[in-house]
């Protein structure tokens, strides 16, 4: 499948897929690609929960595909569908992340922090290029262009994946109750030493 699918790439290219469900499948895609790594942007928990809320308040008046256009509710019935395990935006993705970094395959992750990449883009992709034994690229950290409007519409979520042309944090207060803040605050686990048993690469 593989090489039928990526067929009219010429040999030693490097190959991005952007599937967040590999985390999910690391093991096998060991086995069938013993090079692949598989890098893995991470934000805290609580702040991509806030980012969705705050697009849902933007976009109040239009369902999305995200709750299964379903309209009411509230911000805990929201984040309850988000952080689904089986089927939400971050509860798959965080539960396969978990899956992979305890797995005997996660030396072949690389692990992004958000925070560090918009404090500091040079350094962090530098470290990048390195880990992945390819020469480094010059970026232009001020000027990020990317967008996926067709597919942010569909969604019901327009904006989600329109990205700022310039890498920076923005500091904000969160939109969530305190309640919700404490709840996630320790699900972050790869920003605990302690629980990096298989020294994931974290930059």
């Given amino acids: 499948m593989f090489d039928s699918y990526y067929s009219d790439v010429a040999p030693g290219r490097v190959i991005f897929d952007t599937n967040r469900s590999w985390t999910g499948r690391l093991p096998l ?4 690609h013993p090079d692949a790594r598989v890098i893995c942007c991470v934000r805290e928990v609580p702040w991509i929960i806030d980012s969705i809320e705050r697009m849902v308040r ?21 984040v309850e569908t988000l952080m689904d395990s089986e089927k939400g935006l971050i509860g798959l993705a965080w539960s396969t992340l978990r899956e992979a970094w305890f797995s005997d395959a996660a030396e072949r992750m690389i692990v992004v922090n958000y925070d560090s990449l918009a404090r500091d883009p040079g350094r962090v992709l530098a470290y990048l290029y390195r880990a992945l034994d390819e020469p480094v690229f010059a970026h232009d950290f001020e000027n990020v262009v990317y967008a996926e409007p067709d597919y942010d519409a569909e969604l019901g979520m327009p904006g989600l994946h329109t990205v700022r042309p310039k890498v920076a944090p923005v500091p904000r207060e969160s939109c969530l109750p305190p309640d919700l803040v404490k709840k996630y605050a320790e699900v972050n686990f790869w920003l605990n030493p302690g629980l990096n048993h298989r020294k994931v690469v974290v930059l």
């Fill in 29 to 32: 895609l060991t086995d069938l």
């Fill in 58 to 78: 933007r976009n109040a008046l239009q369902p999305s595909r995200l709750f299964a256009y379903r309209t009411g509710g509230s911000i805990y019935s929201r």
